[in-house]
Nanobody, 122 residues
């Protein structure tokens, strides 16, 4: 069992930067691949970024490639999403996710956090 708790969302102007964090708890949480999804109002949830358990491999949605960076600190059981050059269309609730499968963490992750709101004003 893995529990995920996001933090760090907020309001930022377009072109600005924001970082969100996720703390994972559970006996083997550091062996899970981790990632981020987001859901804008009235839209379906979509994949944003994923990182493998060791932090050596990352995957990004085309819409955020070059602007967002995912990282993790297994000593702290935390995963981070640094968001730069933010656009109003990045406004969404951002969810931390975890799964033992690399393909699954970016498609159908098993564990989800409660989400944190990120709002980008124009």
């Amino acid at each position: 069992q893995v529990q995920l708790m996001e933090s760090g969302g907020g309001l930022v102007q377009a072109g600005g930067s924001l970082s969100v964090s996720c703390t994972a708890s559970g006996r083997t949480s550091t062996t899970y691949h981790m990632g981020w999804f987001r859901q804008a109002l009235g839209k379906e949830r979509e994949f944003v970024a994923a990182i493998n358990w060791s932090g050596t491999l990352a995957n990004y949605a085309d819409s955020v490639k070059g602007r967002f960076a995912i990282s993790r600190d297994n000593a702290r059981s935390e995963v981070y999403l640094q968001m730069n050059s933010l656009k109003p269309e990045d406004t969404a609730v951002y969810y931390c996710v975890a799964d033992r499968g690399w393909n699954a963490v970016s498609t159908t992750p098993y564990y989800w956090g409660q989400g944190t709101q990120v709002t980008v004003s124009s």
